[in-house]
């Protein structure tokens, strides 16, 4: 059976705001008999956007992370919910408006923080991908039609046919580790998961220190060549997805007429990504 999933590329969000602002449009002030109740004005978002800054100026990167309910197939807040909490048939998560009244337990239970809390009724509640409008032959959900950067992609397709699709373009879900099989996919994650090392590559010429550019770039780890890639017309370099914690590393930066520079550094646990600075190739 074909059930619905959600692709969010975090490489295309510019954080504007569409998807949290159409969700509160649907949500706020409005019932949606059998889906959930009306969302109130002040409160956590239905749908949210993390942010997260990688290295230091002037090779840094800024990324945007849009978070809601993942839909989860094996979901803790069904686990606690007994009949308040249904998956359907076409993997889309519902929180019943009328029986999840005064759960706590339930929003305490999602491991992903996306369930919000209702002060004024007493309720947990989710994104529910909006169903109501799915049910109507909406094509897809308002955040996605919301989204000026193409940032969403919702596809209704069989479990085997997405896992194909997972494989073949690299995507992947929040806490994997957590075994709750989300139905919400992410395409370049490791702008928020992974490190990247960089630098700014210079050389002298006659007398002028000038940016390099094109200049080969090789990045090693135990004696093995793990990445590569070339300086931009800034003289400036990005090797990136690299893990934290993974250690120690050395660079190798080479250009056919202006020379070559090593350098070596390391990447902690911490998760910081590596600015290492102006690099200067040496001509002899």
Known sequence: MNKWNLIIDVALCENCNNCTLSAKDEYVGNDHLGYSAAAPLEGADLITIDRQVRGEAPVLDTAYLVKMCNHCDDAPCMKVGGDAVKKRADGIVI?????????????????????????????????????????????????????????????????EQMAKRAQAQGLRVLQAELGTRPRIYYKNLYRFTHCFIGGTVVAVVNGVENCVVNAEISLYRGGERVGATSSDEFGEFKLDQLEAGSGDYSIEINHPQLGRAECETSLGGSGDSIYLGVITLNAG
């Open 95 to 159: 929180i019943d408006p009328v029986k999840a009244k005064g759960r706590r337990d339930i929003l305490e239970a999602c491991p992903y923080g996306a369930i919000s809390w209702n002060t004024d009724k007493e309720l947990p509640q989710n994104w529910i991908f909006d169903a109501h409008l799915l049910d109507q032959g909406w094509r897809h959900p308002r955040c996605q039609q919301a989204c000026p950067t193409d940032v969403f992609e919702a596809v209704k397709i069989s479990d």
